[in-house]
């Protein structure tokens, strides 16, 4: 698999993006390109991108606002219609629905409460690029940490992702108030997935739960042909 090119992009306030890179490097075997959010252009030929977790700029405005609109979003909104696979997890969620590559809006959690936790998933479509080491209806134990995960949408577009099987993960428990328990979605054309739990930190025993693991196996598996 060391032919495998990913890119893990950081923003000024990230603090995953080290536990997404070793996540992807154990995966794939190739280390990660790091990219500045700064930077206008991503590297040549990659097969994977992804967003990580943290605070980026603070959580001004809104969670992930700023950060959308940083000069590396637009090569990532380019390359995310060419169709290379685009993750984003916590915060890179956020920024990925205030980028416009997702629907909805990641709100404050219900009760104004910053959750740190492993949580009960329901993986929801096993047939994605991302989850297709999973089985429907697997349960998972993946940990979460945000302020901002209450997933919201219209009740159209709910019934929409709901329909079209872009629900990706959905909360076995209540956890943050997300609109029908919904903890991940991909968009239209199954290339981008954002999702609040951190599957990077669930990619081996030691860290108390190996079940993110599939989640990097499903996409280098996918790309690669493995």
Do not use: K
Not at 15 to 41: I, K, T, Y
Not at 63 to 77: D, K, L, T
Not at 91 to 110: I, Y
């Amino acid at each position: 698999m060391s032919g495998f090119r990913s890119a893990v992009v950081t923003f000024p306030g990230s603090n995953c993006d080290r536990d997404m890179a070793v996540a992807l490097e154990q995966v794939s075997g190739a280390a990660p390109f790091r990219v500045w959010h700064g930077d206008a252009d991503l590297p040549q030929r990659l097969d994977f991108i992804a967003l990580p977790g943290g605070f980026s700029y603070g959580d001004y405005l809104r969670s992930g606002a700023m950060a959308a609109r940083s000069p590396i979003m637009r090569a990532v909104s380019e390359a995310a219609a060419r169709g290379v696979p685009v993750l984003g997890v916590c915060n890179g969620f956020q920024v990925l629905t205030e980028a416009g590559l997702l629907p909805g809006a990641l709100m404050r959690n219900a009760g104004i409460r910053f959750v740190c936790r492993e949580v009960a998933l329901t993986v929801e479509n096993s047939q994605s690029l991302f989850t297709a080491r999973y089985a429907t209806g697997q349960q998972l134990r993946v940990p979460i940490a945000h302020h901002d995960g209450n997933f919201f949408a219209d009740a159209e577009t709910l019934d929409r992702l709901e329909g079209e099987g872009r629900v990706a993960f959905r909360y076995g428990e209540p956890v943050n108030g997300s609109a029908r328990e919904i903890a991940g979605v991909l968009n239209a054309a199954g290339n981008v997935l954002g999702m609040m739990p951190h599957p990077e930190r669930a990619i081996e025993p030691a860290l108390g739960s190996s079940d993110g693991r599939a989640l990097f196996e499903s996409a280098v598996g996918s790309l690669v042909g493995a």
